[in-house]
């Protein structure tokens, strides 16, 4: 398929999205800015000067939202009624109804609560997690018969709960509706989620005598010494050998190899179940470390292993070892929804595969191979497949586009994408396609494209169900622009769109909280070191916003880590996201798939970033109609090699 949007020259995009920066071209964007300044700093006098004359304004609903806000604890319900009705169905309307829900829990009005509560949407988007904890509360104070099991759907299903959660939990612990095995239960996860807090209010629910007080501050800081310190009949109390517990899960993030010493000394004073948990955190942990006694780890907490990172990482300490049995019993064991996800459905398949089962392995790839997706492909491939694009839905017509344009919550975002107040105007955008259908959301991405708002694009055109443009999911923008850059230094083009794409999603203005910036995501750092590698005389660290140069310096930036990763793209990839060093770290003593290697990275973004970068790359081919190789073949072999270097790019 061709790729039917023009190939922008970078002056004229430049132009096009000068168009869109604050350029507070009337007075009334000047002081509906002015306005929102004022009401952030709280200055309620300079505020009102400058909302005088918006009363007309598009965005006039945000303003008198803004002067709600501003004394929400003294305005009255009924200013909030006349607002939430004039503005019904937006999402300024919502955002002032999540505030006044707040402050009726702070203010413990339940009733009210529970009233303004019904009329959140139950989706599209859900209430917000502390709303949720609150609803729950309404229901216990108010003696609603469903109280119960609100809370304990809380208990379940949030495993980072706010702490509005924590009176709805205490009051279902009060009435006997969990036990202190559900408390400990829970502590530990929220430990292994390095979320102490949590585990100290849930463990505060608890006896007196079985609370930890400061103690998991001193195991956090340091769980070889306060191990150490324990005395020999620690384990006659539950409270004793739960804490011992979470200093070697706390040891084994560091050092699993070290925990497994620490173990060994108190093995003897724990339970067999305490002891298969144990092992469940050094093979999680010894996973993530790509310690080869991880898989054994594993196997030694038995029928012990539980939760999705437990049995993730064990899955992935046999793939490293080759071990295609070891590989199936994990992926059979994983409870349902872990098992179903496409990442072990085709494992799972390539297990049963190298064990014999070659039918039952197509049987899971068939499950998976009409997804787009990483694994998707990759099962395509495996039942002899190539990946195709489905047939290009019908454009949408003018007509179309225009009634996109005149949705009001698309135009409250196309104001606020010209006065730069991205999240705003990103709230806003999610809005009005929230519920669209495919014809709607297509027309609204074509609408993105013709305002060179290339994420939303993007981000719209992924939404559809049945009808697809993959010309709009994978869009190239700026291609006359960073061609020369990728032919310059003999880059793969689908590769380089693949990790703009996952990098920016072609947002020029875009910046990490990291601090990377721009189109290719370039850090200050990196930017200085390539400037000074290729040259580039004369080089400000204010030049990395110019597209151009990002485009230089970023293409610049993906040789250099491919030239020090034997030209392989996977651990290019990795090496740009994670850095060059780790991404050869995380190589073998022996050859690996590169599937398996991309799965087995310990960072989880590095990981996600790595599958969709080579996925993109596949998916570019084809929107560009080229014949390039497959996702596997792309994917390839990873050798062994050298560590890290002081002379690897940075």
Known sequence: MAIRFPLFPLRALLFGASLLLPAAASAQDAAFLAARDAFAAGNRQLFERHAAGLQSYPLAAYVEYY???????????????????????????????????????????????????????????????????????????????????????????LDDAPSACTPVFAALFDAGRLSEDDVWARARRQMEAKRPGQAGALLDLLPEASRPGRVLDDIVANPTRWLDRQPANFSITRRGRELALMAIARLARSDARAAERALEVIAARLSPRERGYAFSQLGWQGGMQHDARALQWCRSADDDLSGDEVFGWCTRAALRAGNWKAVRDFTGRMPEALADRPEWIYWNGRARAATGHVDQA??????????????????????????????????????????????????????????????????????????????????????????QLWDRAIATADRTVAEHDYALRYLAPMRAAVEPHVNARALDLTWVYGLMRQESRFV???????????????????????????????????????????????????????????????????????????AKKWRAARPLEGAIYAETIPFTETRDYVKKVMTNAVMYSLVFGLKEPGLKQRLGTIQPGAGPSPDDPI
């Open 362 to 451: 197509r049987e899971q790839y068939r499950r998976i191979a009409d997804q787009p997706q990483f694994y998707g492909l990759l099962a395509r491939e495996e039942l002899g497949q190539q990946a195709v694009l489905p047939p290009a839905a019908a454009e949408p017509t003018p007509e179309d586009i225009r009634r996109a344009e005149l949705m009001p919550p698309i135009q409250r975002a196309l104001k606020l994408f010209a006065l730069d107040l991205r999240t705003e105007a990103l709230r806003e955008w999610n809005w009005a396609i929230r519920e669209a259908d495919d014809r709607t959301l297509l027309a609204v991405a074509h609408l993105a494209v013709n305002r």
């Open 67 to 157: 002067r709600l806000k501003m004394d929400l604890e003294r305005t009255s319900p009924d200013a909030v009624a006349i607002f939430l009705e004039r503005n019904a169905d937006t999402v300024i309307a919502q955002r002032l109804r999540s505030d006044w829900l707040r402050l009726l829990a702070k203010n413990e009005q339940w009733s009210s609560y529970r009233a303004e509560y019904a009329k959140l949407p139950v989706k599209n988007p859900s209430p917000e997690n502390d709303l949720r904890c609150h609803a729950a509360r309404a229901l216990q104070v108010l003696g609603d018969p469903a109280a119960a099991t609100e809370a304990r759907a809380l208990w379940d299903t």
């Open 508 to 582: 020029m203005s875009a910046k990490s909280s990291a601090g990377a910036q721009g189109l290719m995501q370039v850090m200050p750092a990196t930017a200085k070191w390539v400037a000074k590698k290729i040259g580039l005389n004369g080089y400000h660290p204010s030049q990395i916003a110019d597209a151009d140069t990002n485009l230089l310096l970023g293409t610049s930036y993906m040789r250099l880590v491919l030239d020090s990763l034997d030209d392989h793209p996977v651990l290019a990839s990795a090496g740009y996201n994670a850095g060059p060093g780790r």
